[in-house]
């Protein structure tokens, strides 16, 4: 299995830190507003991650932390008269929402910032007495240049970095290129820390977290292409100042989607709300539409994607409920065990879900010729179709029928039979409204 990592910009082959276990950590919201379909495709990318190393055989330890403390859910709080807390605990609840319509798996650890405090400050004293980290007036910054790699997961030039190019301006720093691990503040809920009160800085949160859940280096650190740079590589230099390593020994980023061409954000304003899409489109149609492109790509949401993606979950459900017909009549079972070696060679190569869905729809057309021949073959091709789609997070109906379902369906197979058209037309509503047909 090759995996592309982006520290080192090549395909790698995956050797875990520990045989047949993975660890592995995505970067995860700030809770401060809905999520929109652009931050859900890190979290539908990372969960197919997650489902087909469980599909492997191995044993997976996923963690995705909530930024519940930010100037952000400050924000909010006073612009809605409430507290960052009730800010927060609202965005979390509709954030695990969205995340059971989408079908996402339940997690191992998703840790909180405001649960974290003592450790941050425990991490962050380390870096001081290490010389790393610096105090100014109640704020505390990372020595950035003390880092000699630092750039390497961005491929940033810390020359050019110098230079102003995305860099935040602090009067305080002696550097530019320093970044906050502690801010001091008096604006809403803030915190007392050994240096005054105030937040902790965003890049300082998921190295603590994963310092507290994995306590070591993991193998996967996931999120989106925005996060690299700086949020991502001031994780490392962290991480390298006071452990000597990368954090990660891969690091995985899925490129963004865009709406006509442009990325979607909520400061351009042109992102739909996770909670509203899928009103309009099903999590099957809407995850089909993500994979069909690869999760290191750029991503342009259409009318004419969706369409086809709408074509591609008729054609697999309309196959499994003929499968699922033949299995009730017959008094089989589907494997929910079967391996496939083609589905494994796509998935081996870093994740290729686009040739996956092309051979879903392969054996879509193959189950489709075994179900009109009454071929107990389209067992296997059936059970193979519905372990790649659960990996892939897609669900289908594929119902234990009673007896009832099934002297029904026989009742109408003798009406058509017998030319009953009114009595056959009458027990096909039925069956279709049960969803059996």
Not at 31 to 37: Q, S
Not at 323 to 350: P, Q, S, T, V
Not at 406 to 412: A, D, S, V
Request: net charge negative.
């Amino acid at each position: 299995m090759v995996i592309y990592n982006s520290l080192t910009d090549q395909k790698e082959e995956f050797k875990p830190i520990n045989e047949k276990k993975v660890s592995m950590y995505v970067c995860g919201p700030t809770v401060y507003n809905y999520v929109h379909i652009g931050n859900m495709r890190p979290v539908i990318t990372f969960d197919m991650v997650y489902k087909y190393f469980k599909y492997l055989g191995y044993e997976v330890t996923y963690a995705s932390n909530f930024t519940d403390v930010n100037y952000k859910i400050t924000k909010a709080a006073i612009d809605n008269n409430i507290t960052e807390r009730e800010v927060a605990d609202k965005y979390i609840k509709a954030y695990l929402e969205d995340l059971a319509r989408y079908n996402c798996a339940n997690i191992d650890y998703r840790p909180r910032v405001i649960d974290n405090l003592d450790n941050i400050f425990d991490f962050i004293s380390k870096l001081i007495e290490k010389d790393y980290a610096y105090v100014v007036d109640g704020d505390v910054y990372f020595r950035v240049k003390k880092i000699k790699d630092y750039g390497i997961l961005s491929n940033q030039n810390i020359l050019e970095l110098e230079s102003g190019a995305r860099v935040e301006v602090d009067d305080k720093k002696e550097d530019a290129l320093d970044f906050a691990l502690w801010r001091k503040s008096d604006e809403g809920e803030v915190f007392k820390s050994p240096w005054g009160y105030g937040i902790p800085g965003w890049h300082t949160e998921c190295v603590v977290m994963i310092d507290g859940i994995f306590n070591g280096k993991i193998d996967i650190h996931g999120g989106g292409i925005d996060l690299k740079f700086p949020h991502h590589e001031n994780e490392i230099a962290q991480c390298m100042a006071l452990h000597n390593h990368h954090l990660a020994n891969y690091w995985m980023h899925n490129g963004h989607i865009n709406v006509d061409g442009e990325k979607m954000s909520k400061s351009l304003n042109n992102f739909i709300l996770a909670k509203d899409f899928i009103k309009e489109y099903s999590a099957n149609v809407i995850k089909i539409s993500i994979f069909k492109s690869h999760y290191r790509f750029p991503l342009n949401f259409t009318s004419e994607l969706l369409e086809d993606s709408i074509n591609i979950d008729n054609k697999i459900s309309n196959a499994l409920k003929g499968a699922n017909i033949y299995r009730n009549l017959n008094g089989l079972e589907f494997d929910f065990n079967i391996k496939d070696d083609i589905f494994e060679k796509y998935m081996n190569d870093d994740f290729n879900t686009p040739n996956v869905i092309s051979y879903l729809l392969e054996l879509v057309k193959k189950l489709n010729g075994l179900v009109r021949e009454n071929n107990k073959d389209l067992i296997k091709v059936a059970s193979s179709i519905l372990v790649i789609s659960d990996v892939l997070g897609l669900t289908y109906n594929i119902d234990k029928w009673n007896d009832e379902d099934i002297l029904l369906y026989r009742e109408w197979l003798e009406a058509r039979e017998n030319k009953d058209f009114e009595k056959a037309d009458l027990l096909r509503s039925k069956l279709s409204n049960k969803n059996l047909l």
